[in-house]
């Protein structure tokens, strides 16, 4: 089951990608139209019998005009004082996705890890500020008309609303990014 393992009805990715298109009153034609991703998919998705890649996902959270990181959330957002995330635990993502929640459910803060080549072919904007650490490999930033070199070690901080892409250079890349929420 999605991120969160409890097997609950209701609870999942694929519930929380169900639970947000019905709020919204869209239907799976009218999501898969937006998205550019089949119905048959988008089905398998909201069923749990698919798991999306991160940038599938992002098309998703598009469509339904929220972000992937709010659809991961609400996949288990159980308040927990205290969570351990397992390295081995099921992201309701796809395995090669290279992109793993740290920490799960509706927080002040959401954390990601990824690993693996990232591109720059998406802009991001967040309402509240965010953090970037490379663990290991080298990545690009652009924000303000910058590009940032960043190497093992280095932090970024990217205040609310500066507008920023990021892309992995070479192979063995794995960034940890930390966003504050806009709650």
């Known amino acids: 089951m999605g991120s969160g393992g409890t097997g609950e009805a209701g609870s999942g990715l694929g519930a929380a990608v169900r639970r947000r298109r019905r709020t919204l009153d869209l239907t799976l034609a009218a999501v898969a139209e937006r998205s550019g991703l089949s119905v048959p998919f988008l089905s398998q998705i909201e069923n749990e019998r698919a798991r999306p890649s991160m940038r599938s996902l992002q098309r998703v959270a598009d469509a339904l005009e929220t972000t992937a990181v709010d659809l991961l959330a609400a996949a288990d957002a159980r308040t927990r004082p205290v969570d351990v995330v397992r390295a081995d635990e099921p992201a309701g993502l796809e395995p090669a996705s290279g992109v793993r929640p740290l920490v799960r459910g509706f927080h002040d803060l959401h954390a990601l890890e990824f690993t693996g080549t990232h ?24 924000a303000e008309g910058k590009t940032l070199r960043l190497g093992p070690g280095d932090t970024v901080y990217l205040a609310g609303g500066v507008r920023h892409r990021w892309r992995t250079v070479g192979q063995g890349a794995r960034v940890i990014l930390v966003a504050v929420g806009d709650r």
Do not use: Q, S
Not at 119 to 127: K, L, N, T, Y
């Open 119 to 142: 591109e720059a072919d998406r802009e991001f904007v967040h309402p509240g500020g965010e953090l970037m650490y490379v663990a290991d490999g080298a990545v690009e930033v652009e």
